[in-house]
Nanobody, 124 residues
Framework: QVQLVESGGGSVQAGGSLRLSCAAS????????MGWFRRAPGKERAIVAA????????YYADSVKGRFTISRNHPKNAVYLQMNSLKPEDTAVYYC?????????????????WGQGTQVTVSS
């Protein structure tokens, strides 16, 4: 059974940091692009960051540029999202996803596998 499991969410004050992890099992995603998405209260799910199969290309939503960093670890079959200088508007459920393509994927509908999500709450 293919699974993506997120961890590392929690509550933090504005200006703080969190590191989200996404561990994959059931198959290797080392040849696939991966991404992080989030769904804020009352809003639709939106892309936060994406990374190509080898980590050579990355994408960030304008709202997180300069604050968030996406990375991946092939031996661990995992992807990470380092979140610094967190703001209350970053509060959301964060999802890890994997696409069956090696290059950057921006459209959530092109992602085939999804995690269950992890809550991030940033207080002011």
């Amino acid at each position: 059974q293919v699974q993506l499991v997120e961890s590392g969410g929690g509550s933090v004050q504005a200006g703080g940091s969190l590191r989200l992890s996404c561990a994959a099992s059931g198959r290797t995603f080392n040849s696939d692009a991966m991404g992080w998405f989030r769904r804020a209260p009352g809003k639709e799910r939106a892309i936060v960051a994406a990374i190509s199969w080898n980590g050579g290309s990355t994408y960030y939503a304008d709202s997180v540029k300069g604050r968030f960093t996406i990375s991946r670890n092939h031996p661990k079959n995992a992807v990470y999202l380092q979140m610094n200088s967190l703001k209350p508007e970053d509060t959301a459920v964060y999802y890890c996803a994997a696409a069956a393509r090696p290059v950057l994927v921006y459209d959530q509908y092109e992602y085939n596998y999804w995690g269950q999500g992890t809550q991030v709450t940033v207080s002011s």
